[in-house]
């Protein structure tokens, strides 16, 4: 016995480090189970990854040093919204910005400014810069909503893969998702919404009293458990929403309400026997997101430099009904001339083209009456409907005639979505009609199971996306990136960058970007209650020293500066709480702008690549 004593201490790491081993190995085991089981649905995600990556590869060779050529001023405030939002990281954050519009400051809620985009992503922003985070979320955000899709077409619908596939295709790559790809970070993170309707239909089998059990038989009443999770679940998906966009959340709203009309009035049986169980469930969910977002939402409306209304007029934003058999300048069968049947090219929403829309129709004939089917006809319908405006617009010319949107115009929250987005719903619900039909088929034996995925192939041929144009862009100053500024003003001050950024001009707020919004800056682009008696508007009033510079930059005429120009100065200074302007050395017109600024605010330091006034 006196031998043993010496080993026993010894054996007992032994016996724990080959414990730790078998876990592990078992660990690994069932990894690599699942993933040769799941090796398809695998592919198909690295697949619209790879396509991802390759219709926005013209960013990344150098995220800081180029940018969306179609969209670049949108690009720049989104990178600012990336940077704001990545403070949160560092606790300090608020809904109320005072780094933009100084002394006023920007309200975020009121604004499309991603917070849990950039909340999630701020270790990216603080490492390698809100361009890369900004590059990242422009192809993710197309990947993702694919894969998402993908997941509810073969596990909520039990599609065969290959009808799956292809309808994730189109929800994440079709012509609206590709254009909104251009700057329109808050329109394309549409990963949740497939998330959203699980949990909608998830709720409504729970509410089914007539549902099966696992063993055949009918259940005896709503499944109170499953109807509680997925109300929880939906209530924190829409939360996450609004903070990603709350534009998308609407759309889905709309959708899915009509989709139930229709659901209702194919199938009343389901209707009669689950409306009580799923009215309580989504009374639960609505309850629960309320106690989350009543803040944010009052914030938003009432709070500080709030907005209560919409800026953008629904008769200019209208999509042109000639557009949706028009095929996107985006794709790969696209030509320039369509560009004109739209606000620009961030908005092609509507470009189905006559190939698809054929074959979706013919394909929601041939799948007959199911409800699901219904539902989604009529929801396309509805939404595309809506899209039209208050007016129609053909070919450019708008008619006399109504549209549908004059009956909703003006409401609460609805003025608040551009017509044409509307569009953006029937993608998703054009997408389900064509997996329906495909998977059909792929479960037939005669020749209709390869007469409906060619068919679908060849109208979605046409619409293959090519990559978004991408374009140089001027450095940020040395004086920012160096972390220069820090000798002209504290972090948390005002710089004064020179010209003021505007909404048409935003690229001096690349240098609050770049510098992970370390300081503030007066005037720039977003949305704030500027409009008359206090409505939203994009931007703000200009100062007369900001409009003094801004001529100046425009023309490059150095005007005669007397003592009221410099008392001016001093006053418009004193407002924006500021503690220092700067001039970088490259800036068009710079020799005039620094003898007007000298002027001003008296002789200039130079300090790397600015030239910089302490007031």
Same mark, same amino acid.
């Given at each position: 016995?006196?031998?043993?004593?010496?080993?026993?201490?010894?054996?007992?790491?032994?016996?724990?480090?080959?414990?730790?081993?078998?876990?592990?190995?078992?660990?690994?085991? +069932?990894?690599?189970?699942?993933?040769?089981?799941?090796?398809?649905? $695998?592919?198909?995600?690295?697949?619209?990854?790879?396509?991802?990556?390759?219709? /926005?590869?013209?960013?990344?060779?150098?995220?800081?040093?180029?940018?969306?050529?179609?969209?670049?001023?949108?690009?720049?405030?989104?990178?600012?919204?990336?940077?704001?939002?990545? +403070?949160?990281?560092?606790?300090?954050?608020?809904?109320?910005?005072?780094?933009?519009?100084?002394?006023?400051?920007?309200?975020?809620?009121?604004?499309? @400014?991603?917070?849990?985009?950039?909340?999630?992503?701020?270790?990216?922003?603080?490492?390698?810069?809100?361009?890369?985070?900004?590059?990242?979320?422009?192809?993710?955000? #197309?990947?993702? /909503?694919?894969?998402?899709?993908?997941?509810?077409?073969?596990?909520?619908?039990?599609?065969?893969?290959?009808?799956?596939?292809?309808?994730?295709?189109?929800?994440?790559?079709?012509?609206?998702?590709?254009?909104?790809?251009? @700057?329109?970070?808050?329109? /394309?993170?549409?990963?949740?919404? %497939?998330?959203?309707?699980?949990?909608?239909?998830?709720?409504?089998?729970?509410?089914?009293?007539?549902?099966?059990?696992?063993?055949?038989?009918?259940?005896?009443?709503?499944?109170?458990?499953?109807?509680?999770? @997925?109300?929880?679940?939906?209530?924190?998906?829409?939360?996450?929403?609004?903070?990603?966009?709350?534009?998308?959340?609407?759309?889905?709203?709309?959708?899915? #309400?009509?989709?139930?009309?229709?659901?209702?009035?194919?199938?009343?049986?389901?209707?009669? +026997?689950?409306?009580?169980?799923?009215?309580?469930?989504?009374?639960?969910?609505?309850?629960?997101?309320?106690?989350?977002?009543?803040?944010?939402?009052?914030?938003?409306?009432?709070?500080?430099?709030?907005?209560?209304?919409?800026?953008?007029?629904?008769?200019?934003? @209208?999509?042109?009904? +000639?557009?949706?058999?028009?095929?996107?300048?985006?794709?790969?069968?696209?030509?320039?001339?369509?560009?004109?049947?739209?606000? !620009?090219?961030?908005?092609?929403?509507?470009?189905?083209?006559?190939?698809?829309? /054929?074959?979706?129709?013919?394909?929601?004939?041939?799948?007959?009456?199911?409800?699901?089917?219904?539902?989604?006809?009529?929801?396309?319908?509805?939404?595309?409907?809506?899209? $039209? !405006?208050?007016?129609?617009? #053909?070919?450019?010319?708008?008619?006399?005639?109504?549209?549908?949107?004059?009956?909703?115009?003006? $409401?609460?929250?609805?003025?608040?979505?551009?017509?044409?987005?509307?569009?953006?719903?029937?993608?998703?619900?054009?997408?389900?009609?064509?997996?329906?039909?495909?998977?059909?088929?792929?479960?037939?034996?005669?020749?209709?199971?390869?007469?409906?995925?060619?068919?679908? !192939?060849?109208?979605?041929? %046409?619409?293959?996306?090519?990559?978004?144009?991408?374009? *140089?862009?001027?450095?940020?100053?040395?004086?920012?990136?160096?972390?220069?500024?820090?000798?002209?003003?504290?972090?948390?001050?005002?710089?004064?960058?020179?010209?003021?950024?505007?909404?048409?001009?935003?690229?001096?707020?690349?240098?609050?970007?770049?510098? *992970?919004?370390?300081?503030?800056? %007066?005037?720039?682009?977003?949305?704030?209650?500027?409009?008359?008696?206090?409505?939203?508007?994009?931007?703000?009033?200009?100062?007369?020293?900001?409009? #003094? $510079?801004?001529?100046?930059?425009?023309?490059?005429?150095? %005007?005669?500066?007397?003592?009221?120009?410099?008392?001016?100065?001093?006053?418009?200074? *004193?407002?924006?709480?500021?503690?220092?302007?700067?001039?970088?050395?490259?800036?068009?017109?710079?020799?005039?702008?620094?003898?007007?600024?000298?002027?001003?605010?008296?002789?200039?330091?130079?300090?790397? *690549?600015?030239?910089?006034?302490?007031?």
């Amino acid at each position: 016995m006196s031998s043993a004593a010496p080993t026993a201490p010894d054996a007992v790491p032994d016996q724990a480090v080959h414990s730790t081993e078998r876990a592990l190995g078992a660990r690994l085991a +069932r990894l690599r189970a699942a993933a040769a089981r799941n090796r398809t649905d $695998l592919l198909v995600g690295l697949l619209f990854v790879a396509l991802a990556g390759w219709l /926005t590869h013209g960013l990344w060779p150098d995220p800081t040093g180029r940018t969306l050529a179609l969209n670049p001023e949108d690009q720049a405030l989104y990178e600012w919204f990336l940077a704001v939002d990545a +403070r949160a990281l560092l606790g300090d954050f608020g809904l109320l910005s005072d780094r933009l519009n100084a002394p006023d400051g920007v309200n975020l809620m009121a604004n499309t @400014s991603v917070i849990a985009l950039g909340v999630l992503l701020a270790p990216v922003t603080l490492l390698l810069g809100a361009p890369v985070t900004f590059a990242v979320l422009a192809a993710g955000n #197309l990947a993702g /909503t694919a894969i998402a899709w993908y997941l509810l077409f073969t596990r909520t619908l039990r599609a065969r893969r290959l009808a799956a596939g292809l309808g994730a295709a189109v929800c994440g790559f079709g012509p609206g998702m590709v254009s909104q790809s251009n @700057s329109h970070l808050h329109m /394309t993170a549409q990963w949740l919404v %497939p998330v959203i309707v699980w949990l909608v239909i998830r709720m409504l089998r729970a509410a089914d009293p007539g549902r099966a059990d696992g063993d055949g038989a009918g259940s005896t009443g709503p499944d109170r458990r499953r109807l509680t999770t @997925s109300a929880i679940g939906l209530a924190a998906a829409v939360t996450a929403q609004v903070f990603i966009g709350e534009e998308v959340l609407f759309l889905c709203a709309v959708t899915l #309400l009509v989709m139930a009309v229709g659901y209702a009035v194919v199938d009343r049986d389901l209707a009669r +026997r689950a409306l009580p169980g799923f009215a309580g469930g989504m009374a639960l969910a609505t309850g629960l997101a309320l106690l989350a977002l009543a803040g944010p939402l009052w914030f938003q409306f009432a709070g500080p430099q709030g907005v209560a209304d919409g800026m953008f007029s629904p008769d200019y934003f @209208s999509a042109d009904l +000639r557009s949706w058999w028009s095929i996107s300048p985006l794709s790969l069968a696209g030509g320039a001339e369509a560009a004109r049947l739209t606000t !620009g090219p961030a908005e092609y929403n509507t470009f189905l083209g006559w190939p698809l829309l /054929t074959v979706t129709v013919g394909c929601a004939f041939w799948l007959g009456r199911r409800p699901l089917v219904v539902a989604c006809v009529a929801g396309a319908l509805a939404m595309g409907a809506l899209s $039209l !405006g208050p007016r129609l617009v #053909l070919d450019g010319d708008r008619t006399a005639l109504p549209g549908p949107y004059a009956l909703i115009a003006g $409401l609460p929250v609805v003025d608040g979505a551009l017509p044409m987005r509307f569009a953006l719903a029937v993608l998703p619900l054009t997408a389900t009609l064509l997996v329906l039909a495909v998977d059909r088929a792929l479960r037939d034996t005669g020749q209709v199971r390869r007469l409906v995925p060619a068919l679908v !192939g060849a109208a979605l041929l %046409p619409l293959v996306p090519t990559p978004l144009p991408t374009a *140089d862009r001027p450095p940020v100053p040395e004086f920012i990136t160096a972390g220069h500024w820090r000798q002209c003003v504290e972090p948390g001050g005002v710089l004064v960058p020179v010209p003021l950024p505007t909404p048409k001009d935003p690229w001096p707020m690349r240098w609050a970007a770049a510098a *992970d919004a370390g300081f503030g800056i %007066p005037e720039g682009f977003f949305i704030g209650p500027y409009g008359r008696g206090g409505t939203a508007a994009m931007g703000t009033y200009k100062q007369p020293t900001s409009a #003094l $510079l801004a001529e100046v930059a425009k023309r490059g005429l150095q %005007p005669a500066i007397g003592d009221e120009q410099r008392q001016q100065a001093k006053k418009d200074a *004193d407002f924006w709480g500021a503690s220092c302007v700067a001039l970088a050395v490259d800036t068009p017109h710079a020799e005039s702008l620094r003898g007007t600024l000298e002027q001003l605010y008296g002789p200039a330091t130079r300090i790397a *690549d600015a030239w910089i006034w302490r007031v």
